[in-house]
């Protein structure tokens, strides 16, 4: 089970630290995956946002490089997505998963950027 939270209502510019809690999993099946971060806007589909491998090496969309950092901390099975200078354009549901999208969907935790 994938918990996302740590959304919220922020101005253009401001920031925000998102959280993705897989405590149900094992650590043995935890450590090894690539973990991603994506995103949904109203009427726009799903799209990867940042992404981590088992060895801290990290990949990012180009509409977010320089602003995101996606972080992870396999002893609390944890993935983090720091959003600093965020947009309006930034605005959608974010949500965690495999690379492979593998799990089922967590509920996801809201983003909403206003101008």
């Known amino acids: 089970q994938l918990v996302e939270s740590g959304g919220g209502l922020v101005q253009a510019g401001g920031s925000l630290r998102l959280s993705c809690s897989a405590s149900?999993?094992?650590?043995?099946?935890?450590?090894?995956?690539?973990w991603a971060w994506y995103r949904q806007a109203p009427g726009k589909q799903r799209e990867l946002v940042a992404s981590?491998?088992?060895?801290?090496?990290?990949t990012y969309a180009d509409s977010v490089k320089g602003r995101f950092t996606i972080s992870r901390d396999n002893s609390r099975k944890k993935v983090y997505l720091q959003m600093d200078s965020l947009k309006p354009d930034d605005s959608a549901v974010y949500y965690c998963n495999t690379l492979e999208e593998t799990l089922p969907w967590g509920q996801g935790t809201q983003v909403t950027v206003s101008s």
């Open positions: 981590i491998m088992s060895t801290k090496s990290t």
């Open positions: 149900r999993m094992i650590t043995s099946v935890f450590n090894p995956k690539v």
